[in-house]
């Protein structure tokens, strides 16, 4: 009996130190991926997602306390790819809301990698992971496996980011454009570890975006 318990002991411990151990690894993955990071970043960990809510919103375990301010954006990490999650749209004190680009309400300006034209991204439903890229011209070629990434037109976005990859062309009739049907690098139900980049939108373009609105 004694014995049986000492082994249930030194179970326990191993898989402790087991735990820990991967803890450890996530940890100094997490720094070296900052390290590569163009801009000051605040690492941080998703703590809550909603796939049922149209807005398909992320919450992370960074505030205001923290130097997180609303519309800054997010970025993960798949492999040593880093591409867009999102952007900031609710801060408290220590937690903040995230948009991510497979929502339907989310728009950013984007561009094909290898030919350069620009597009407007958006999520393609409120049940999907993937993204639609409008009003892109009939003259380019579109095909599977284009990249596509941040134009960095729009304010918040730094040029060049990537998103993810088209799955496939669909041409317009009725419209002067044809769009793209975009698959997002990252995995919206799997990611743990963000990056929150510390870079404040042109205030002048948001200025004149808004009173385009009105």
């Known amino acids: 009996q004694r014995t049986r318990q000492k082994l249930m002991k030194y179970e326990a411990i191993a898989e402790e130190l087991g735990e820990i151990k991967k803890e450890n690894e996530r940890l100094r993955a997490v720094i070296q991926m900052k390290e590569r990071i163009e801009y000051e970043s605040i ?34 990490y798949h492999g040593e790819e880093k591409a867009i ?38 999520g393609l439903s409120s049940g999907s992971n993937l993204c639609i890229m409008d009003y892109v ?24 980011l990537l998103i993810g990859k088209v799955l496939k062309a669909e041409i317009m009739e009725a419209s002067a454009y044809q769009r793209a049907i975009v698959t997002p690098i990252i995995d919206y139900n799997r990611i743990e570890d963000v990056f929150i980049i510390k870079k404040e939108p042109d205030n002048e373009f948001m200025e004149l975006l808004k009173s385009a609105e009105e």
Not at 100 to 122: N, T
Not at 150 to 158: K, L, M, N, V
Request: net charge positive; charged share 20%.
């Open 137 to 160: 011209s009939k003259s380019v070629l579109v095909k599977f496996g284009d990249v596509v990434v941040t134009s960095g037109q729009g304010g918040i976005f730094p040029a060049g």
């Open 43 to 76: 690492p941080a960990i998703v703590i809550s997602r909603d796939p049922d809510n149209w807005f398909r919103t992320i919450i992370l375990n960074r505030g205001s306390s923290d130097g997180v301010k609303v519309n800054m954006p997010v970025v993960a």
């Open 85 to 122: 999650i999102g952007k900031i749209i609710e801060v408290r004190g220590s937690v903040s809301r995230v948009l991510p680009i497979v929502a339907p309400d989310m728009k950013l300006g984007v561009m094909l990698q290898g030919s350069r034209f620009p597009g407007l991204l958006k």
